[in-house]
């Protein structure tokens, strides 16, 4: 293999293969040869084998999810470790995916292992400054989206405003076990309920660093406290769900179409947790991305409330609706203004700020104001983010390593 081929996996995570896809094909635009590997046609002995004898060649692991990412069975090792080439982490969600604190320090530690023939791409600014202070190499990426702009709709709205994901009550918050995990959750939900753009890192750093002490060696304590932070932040992400269901709940704004909802259907659970609320109604989550897109257009608002691992990150949902002639109303974030100077007009940071938006936009005398305002984002979201932006990232990180 050449050092111009690199190997992408492909996820069983709908989203993740989908970004996989997309990203593929804009590295071939650039010249790459690139690869798709489906780990469902090996076992562990051949994908071994298969790894260990790729020469020159990369790997682009996109999801903590794929094989590449897996310790090999018995050892104290992960797959990527045995690839002789260079291997690119593109992180576009938690970088450690929620894993408890052993394993969690154990992929660390390995990360540190391959330092020198590896980057990882990082969506939030904090992750990129956790990774580079244990001799990690670290940049920042934005989002992504493969859809085309559309034309906004200006008349013949099917909805008013609509969520498409999960969201389950606010009362069927999950618990964690010992209590003062569960104070700095409740603590976090406060700070997120009050102000929607408050950044979550600095209390569970704070509470990291508390929580450890003095233990271990300086080199040990660096990495124990990305790990117990990260998995610090999980069970605050855990929370994502019952937050949107606070938001749905207290927000009065009607009507509101919630595509999805509970994700039980997910693990063939008979369930369906339901916010009774006048004005809001569900339907069946939608998975085909005409039908997707075609919600995302025909929408007067699409709010997004963005999942609680994210503090600076704009999430690839904003991209998708606004590329697919929707308007979505987003939770501030930092990431926000990077991406368009029209922030403020589709972003809120309370329930008020919210309300006030989406009855501006819900105007018949503003929809022409709206259509334009799309058609604008569009341009600062292909200008600022994409795939293209994506493969010149992963191409001149190759370069250097």
């Not at 209590?179 to 979550?200: G, H, S």
């Not at 987003?330 to 589709?346: C, F, I, K, M, N």
Request: aromatic residues 8%; proline residues 6%.
């Amino acid at each position: 293999m050449s050092q111009r081929t690199v190997f992408i996996e492909e996820s069983k995570t709908p989203i993740y293969r989908r970004i996989a896809n997309a990203l593929g094909a804009e590295l071939v635009r650039h010249g790459m040869e690139v690869m798709v590997v489906k780990p469902d046609g090996f076992n562990t002995g051949t994908f071994h084998e298969f790894v260990a004898r790729q020469g020159a060649a990369a790997y682009v692991s996109n999801s903590v999810g794929n094989a590449i990412q897996a310790r090999i069975p018995g050892k104290d090792e992960y797959f990527f470790e045995r690839f002789p080439g260079k291997v690119i982490f593109l992180h576009q969600d938690a970088i450690l995916g929620g894993a408890h604190l052993l394993p969690a320090i154990s992929k660390l530690q390995a990360w540190q292992r391959v330092a020198e023939r590896s980057t990882h791409l990082c969506i939030e600014p904090d992750n990129v400054a956790d990774l580079i202070a244990l001799g990690i190499k670290a940049k920042l990426v934005p989002h992504a989206t493969e859809i085309e702009p559309a034309e906004p709709s200006t008349d013949d709205f099917g909805y008013g405003s609509t969520f498409v994901g999960h969201v389950v009550p606010s009362m069927y918050s999950p618990a964690c076990a010992p209590p003062n995990v569960q104070n700095l959750i409740d603590e976090a939900m406060r700070l997120r309920q009050a102000d929607m753009a408050a950044p979550l890192e600095p209390l569970v750093k704070a509470y990291a660093e508390q929580a450890l002490g003095g233990l271990g060696n300086p080199a040990d304590q660096a990495v124990l406290r990305v790990a117990s932070a990260q998995w610090l932040r999980s069970q605050i992400t855990n929370q994502s769900m019952p937050m949107r269901g606070w938001v749905f709940e207290n927000c009065t704004v009607q009507p509101v179409d919630i595509f999805g909802g509970d994700p039980a259907y997910l693990h063939n659970v008979d369930r369906k947790l339901e916010i009774v609320r006048a004005g809001v109604s569900y339907h069946p989550a939608v998975y085909e991305p005409a039908d997707v897109q075609r919600i995302f257009n025909k929408s007067l608002v699409n709010v997004n409330i963005s999942s609680l691992q994210f503090d600076h990150a704009v999430v690839n949902r904003f991209h998708d609706v606004t590329m697919a002639g929707g308007l979505c109303l987003t939770d501030t974030r930092q990431g926000l203004p990077e991406l368009t100077p029209l922030h403020a007009e589709v972003s809120y940071r309370n329930l008020d700020e919210l309300r006030d938006r989406i009855d501006h936009f819900s105007r018949p005398e503003n929809f022409q104001q709206r259509a334009l305002l799309v058609k604008a984002l569009q341009k600062d979201i292909t200008r600022n983010s994409g795939y293209p932006l994506l493969a010149r990232a992963i191409i001149s990180t190759l370069d250097e390593l």
